[in-house]
């Protein structure tokens, strides 16, 4: 058979990164949908529960000096409609460019626990310069005061009841499109979200293809050839990436549920990939042990001492900045997962 390094195996960060974002489609879309639930309206950064949503949360980012709040008619990008094309924003505009979400999740990480979102804005005003030159640090700022009024307003948005009812996840989607499309308007969608998006239609696609029943299996074959239709030339890319690691992870999953040891796993790995495949799978396995540890080390400290300061020091002591972006939603994948060991 021939080896996946000749057959362009990603090295363990690109594999890493290619199977998160795409298994959840491929392989457990109820999971999907929960961990993008709980990651867009609730634990993040700068969301606060619906109680102690303020009465006014307005940041002066409108057009023409026009006031957005979570209740205005008159808020920015109300007929907005996402663009199809790559989320890297206007090759133009550098502030509008590919990670620009990240960034300002970042500067909100960095914030700290801020209940309010005046307080939390103030706070990004003196962050600001940290995360962003200063030539984009004045649109940046305007920018990230209404990514906080949005997350306040998602916080009104319920999660859908049934994660596996395909109209009730259409429903939670558009709703979450509608309080988007009120703050930004369309070069910052796609900078903020297009890519995402791009992943939750295809998602949804595959989700009422494989939940209609009057569908023959034909159809449902085609309607699955669709929905991958419809992914852009790169999103396509990477799922085909993500794809060809499917089966290695099916067999990782399988290694970790019968506890085999190393040795095992790699003479195994080394006969059907490859040495260079085999050593690369290797250094995934101890990363995902380093990963689940930590988690589980914090999720006992949550559940024993509750928030406050010390489970922030800890928090930022066991994860990186980006990696602190992840936890609530692994947290979340585990808690539906009881039964995952520690690897």
């Known amino acids: 058979m021939q080896n996946a390094h000749s057959q362009g195996a990603p090295e363990p960060a690109q594999a890493r990164n290619s199977t998160r974002f795409w298994g959840a489609a491929a392989v457990t879309v109820c999971a999907a949908a929960v961990a993008w ?35 205005s008619a008159t808020q920015r990008g109300a007929q907005h409609t996402a663009a199809p094309s790559e989320a ?12 620009l979400r990240d960034r300002i999740e970042a500067m909100l990480m960095d914030a700290g626990d801020v209940a309010d979102p005046q307080a939390l804005k103030q706070r990004l005003a003196q962050l600001v310069s940290q995360h962003f030159p200063p030539d984009l640090a004045t649109r940046a700022l305007a920018l990230a005061e209404r990514y906080v009024d949005y997350r306040v307003a998602l916080g009104g948005l319920h999660a859908p009841q049934d994660l596996n009812d395909p109209g009730a996840l259409r429903g939670a989607l558009e709703a979450r499109q509608k309080v988007r499309s009120q703050f930004f308007d369309d070069a910052e969608y796609n900078a903020l979200f297009a890519r995402e998006a791009e992943l939750d239609r295809y998602t949804l696609a595959r989700l009422e293809a494989t939940r209609n029943t009057q569908l023959s299996a034909e159809q449902r074959t085609q309607a699955l050839q669709d929905a991958e239709a419809e992914l852009s030339p790169q999103r396509r890319a990477e799922r085909n990436a993500a794809t060809a690691h499917m089966a290695a992870a099916e067999q990782t999953a399988s290694f970790n549920a019968q506890n085999t040891d190393e040795r095992t796993r790699h003479t195994v790995r080394a006969a059907q990939y490859g040495e260079p495949a085999a050593q690369a799978m290797a250094q995934l396995d101890r990363e995902e042990q380093n990963w689940q540890q930590r988690l589980a080390q914090y999720s006992e400290a949550r559940a024993r001492q509750g928030e406050g300061a010390a489970l922030q020091q800890l928090r930022q002591r066991l994860f990186s900045p980006e990696e602190q972006l992840r936890i609530d939603a692994a947290l979340a994948l585990r808690r539906l997962q009881p039964t995952a060991s520690g690897s």
Do not use: I, K, Y
């Open 37 to 71: 639930w709980l990651g867009a309206a609730t634990g993040q950064p700068g969301e606060h529960d619906p109680s102690r949503t303020p009465q006014a949360a307005t940041t002066p980012g409108g057009e023409n000096g026009t006031p957005v709040t979570a209740g």
């Open 88 to 99: 890297a924003g206007s090759a133009a505009d550098p502030l509008l460019a590919e990670g």
